[in-house]
C-alpha cells in the first residue's frame, strides 16, 4: 500500500497547494524491525534523515505514522541523551543540529491551510462519505508510565480526537448536501474498556480512542434529525507499518482490510447511527 499512499499524498498536496521537496538520499527510517533490533541503529536510521533534511534548513513532514513515531523518538532521545547523541553522531559522521520540526500531514493541514479554510475551498460541493482516519500512537517511549511526555500526549489528542471532531464541524454542509449523509470515522478496539484485561500501557493512544468514540456517539444524537449518519468503524489488527515487527494468526492485509470496512460503510444508516463496528461488521464492544 506504500505506493498508493504516495500517490495520495502527493495528489492531496496539489490540491491544496502545498509544495514538497524529498530529502535528498533519504533512507528507510527502520520502523519497528529496527527498534526491535538494536536501539542505536533505530535511533541512527531516522538521525539521518534528520541531518539530511537540515541541510535544506526544512522542516520534515512524515506521512506515514510508524515512521512520523520513529522521527519523533530519535529526536526525543537526541536531545535528552548527549552521549547517545555523540555516539550517533560518530556513527553517522554529522552533526545533529535538532533545529527543524518533524511534523506529519495533519498538523501541516491544520495549522498551515486551516480546515476552516480547507472547508472554504469546497463549499457548495456535496460529500457523502466524510472519512476521518488520522491515527498515531505517539510512540511507546514516550508513553511510558514514570516517562510520559505530555507534550506527545496532546499531539496524539489533537490528531485523533479533535482533528475528526472539527472536520465533522466544518464539512458538516457539505454532508448534509449530499445523497448518503454519513461521518465515518476509523477508530479502534483498543479504545474499548471492556476488552482491556491483560495488557496495560498504550495510554495516550487507547483513551484518544475512547474519547473518539464518545464524541462521535453524542454527534450521532446531535446529527440524527438532519438524516445524517455517524459511524465508528475498527479496521481490524492490519499489517502495516504501524504494526511493524507483530505476525499473527488473526492480522490481515491493508487490501484485506480496506475491502471490508468499505463493505461496513456500504451498510451504515440512519438505524446504525452512533454505534461502533468492526471490519466483520459486527458490533464492537464500549
Known sequence: MGKEYDQSMKAVSRALNIELKEVD???????????????????????RNLIAAEKDAMDVMVPCAACFNRFKMAEHHLKADKDLKARI??????KYQGGIAIRNPIDVIYNEIGIDALAAKYRGRPIDVLLNNAGISGGDDMGTFGHLDYAVYDR????????PLKMAEAFLPNVAASQQKKI?????????????????????????KAALNMVMRSL??????????????SPGFVKDDFTRGIDLPIMI??????????????????????????????????
Not at 553522531?89 to 554529522?94: F, K, P
Open 89 to 94: 553522531e560518530g556513527v553517522l559522521g554529522a
Open 156 to 163: 496524539v489528542h489533537a490528531t485523533n480526537v479533535l482533528g
Open 184 to 208: 465515518i470515522n476509523i477508530s479502534s478496539t483498543e479504545g474499548s474498556l471492556s476488552l482491556v484485561k491483560g495488557r496495560g500501557g498504550s495510554y495516550f493512544y487507547r483513551s484518544s
Open 220 to 233: 450521532a444524537i446531535d446529527l440524527r434529525p438532519q438524516g445524517i449518519t455517524v459511524g465508528l468503524v
Open 253 to 286: 492485509t491493508p487490501q484485506q482490510s480496506a475491502a471490508a470496512v468499505i463493505k461496513v460503510i456500504d451498510g451504515y444508516d440512519l438505524a446504525k447511527s452512533g454505534t461502533f463496528l468492526r471490519h466483520t461488521g459486527e458490533e464492537a464492544p464500549w
Open 25 to 47: 538520499d533519504w533512507s528507510c527510517c527502520g520502523a519497528s524491525a529496527a527498534h526491535n533490533t538494536n536501539f542505536d541503529l533505530s535511533i541512527a536510521l531516522p538521525a
